[in-house]
């Protein structure tokens, strides 16, 4: 699918099904059927002369010669992506693939008296766009596998002083062979950053401004900036979110380019909450959000961390599994997931709980100091809530202590009187408690109330002890119940 630009160029009248092109390598191609078409161009099957077979392993674009978009692809192709480079990448990133398409010629032909344009590349399968139209948003895992995919990609062709521009999913394909596989195409909008090592500089042209996809495109083509790297890792950042959340902060306004970059800045300006009061009931915009901030600070002609920027996607650095895009819970035939509406003013508790308190701005990578499990589960003000009472307890403990020296003047001869009511029960054996509390002197004598019956005992050093112990702890808890009932 070709890319959306300011400029709209006439399609070419289409050329007949069986017609013969020789590229200038010297390879002969036929026309199969059409298959597609785009802003710029014709796409149909192709077949090698000399190779028949039924089934088309290749496709030709065609364009007019004094259209430009294939001329810029052409001009990608041969410079940055030839078969041998990805080849060499590959095996020097040990990657079990590379998503740029296979290139395998170019030529001109004429018809009916126009001259054409034409790039033969490899055949691939059902683009990204047709797969959300059909089955709504992506598994979580998905979006996070497609995000570390395209960014391999975007490494190298970075890296061959190119970026891309209109990262989507309409032009991002599965393998025709090989459906597991994501590929990056359509390099019309393909920009030479840096030709020869010398990046280019930051310039804003009011005249170039809003140039791609208006919902995908980054904040430095709104304001006319010839794209950078940090260009195409903040539209992958929108792409993954619109994947995963069914629509964008500034869908309802596309008409207006204006206020999509206005809405656009506050998003970036606003993270990480942000993004993550975007996230549908029951997902987490934890990733996105992290990585939409490392992009943000990124500077014009900074290089991004592609490392980081994929741990970031897949902290575990686990096996995400194979792309998956029709499940149960995603089928078109479920009410499709929402997400919150842009201004939310508050993340409901459920979510509160997957998120930490804040990412860091200006650290890409590292994570927030993490909330303990209690905290995790109570909101801060019923913690505080429910530290109240223990503070005030404390309080009065410390402000009435003068009174345990005034149960200390009851000292009297060590002998007790005491009473047996009729619910009495004897202690079991208190050996254990001793260790736990310091030896306390046992001279205490204990009246009854009048009218009851009195006998005097004699106890055990150790029976003193405990009743010492006890009558201590007693007399503090009613001091303590009658000053709680007086406060109140």
Request: positive net charge.
């Amino acid at each position: 699918m070709a890319p959306r630009r300011k400029e709209k160029y006439k399609l070419p009248v289409p050329l007949p099904e069986g017609k013969v092109l020789d590229d200038m390598d010297g390879n002969q191609w036929a026309l199969g059927k059409m298959i597609g078409s785009g802003g710029f161009g014709l796409i149909y099957l192709a077949f090698p002369t000399n190779k028949p077979n039924k089934d088309a392993r290749h496709v030709i674009k065609v364009e007019y010669q004094e259209n430009g978009p294939l001329f810029s692809e052409l001009k990608f192709y041969q410079r940055a992506a030839k078969r041998e480079y990805i080849q060499k990448w590959t095996a020097q990133r040990k990657l079990d693939y590379l998503g740029v398409p296979l290139f395998y010629g170019f030529g001109l032909t004429d018809f009916k008296g126009r001259s054409y344009r034409f790039m033969v590349m490899e055949r691939l399968g059902i683009d990204l766009q047709k797969l959300s139209d059909t089955n709504g948003v992506f598994k979580k895992s998905t979006v996070l596998q497609l995000g570390i995919r395209v960014l391999d990609i975007l490494e190298y062709i970075h890296e061959n002083e190119y970026v891309h521009g209109d990262i989507k999913a309409a032009n991002l394909l599965l393998g025709y062979t090989n459906p597991d596989r994501v590929y990056l195409a359509d390099y019309g909008l393909s920009y030479r950053y840096c030709p020869n090592g010398n990046h280019k500089q930051y310039q804003e042209n009011p005249r170039k401004g809003h140039n791609g996809t208006i919902e995908f495109t980054s904040l430095d083509a709104h304001r006319g900036v010839a794209p950078s790297r940090r260009s195409d890792v903040e539209i992958l950042g929108y792409c993954m979110l619109h994947w995963l959340c069914g629509k964008l902060p500034w869908d309802k306004i596309l008409d207006d380019p204006v206020a999509v970059q206005t809405a656009k800045t506050n998003l970036l300006d606003e993270l990480p909450e942000s993004v993550l009061t975007w996230a549908p009931p029951g997902t987490s915009c934890r990733e996105l959000a992290q990585f939409l901030v490392c992009v943000h600070n990124l500077a014009y002609d900074e290089k991004p961390d592609y490392q980081k920027l994929k741990k970031i996607l897949n902290p575990d650095g686990v096996y995400l599994g194979p792309l998956e895009f029709s499940t149960k819970a995603h089928s078109v035939h479920v009410r499709p997931m929402t997400c919150q509406k842009e201004d939310s003013p508050k993340v409901t508790p459920k979510a509160a709980n997957d998120l930490p308190e804040k990412f860091p701005k200006k650290v890409c990578g590292t994570s927030a100091p993490q909330r303990t499990e209690h905290e995790e589960r109570q909101p801060r003000a019923v913690l505080s809530r429910a530290a109240a009472p223990e503070n005030s307890r404390r309080r009065n403990i410390y402000e009435y202590s003068d009174l345990r020296s005034e149960i200390h003047s009851l000292q009297q001869t060590p002998t007790y009187l005491g009473f047996q009511p009729s619910n009495w029960e004897p202690y079991l054996d208190c050996t254990s408690r001793q260790s736990i509390r310091k030896p306390r002197s046992p001279q205490f004598r204990y009246t009854c109330p009048a009218g009851r019956a009195v006998s005097q005992v004699s106890l055990s050093e150790e029976t003193k002890e405990d009743v010492y112990y006890y009558g201590l702890t007693v007399v503090c808890l009613l001091i303590l119940v009658f000053l709680a009932l007086y406060f109140l």
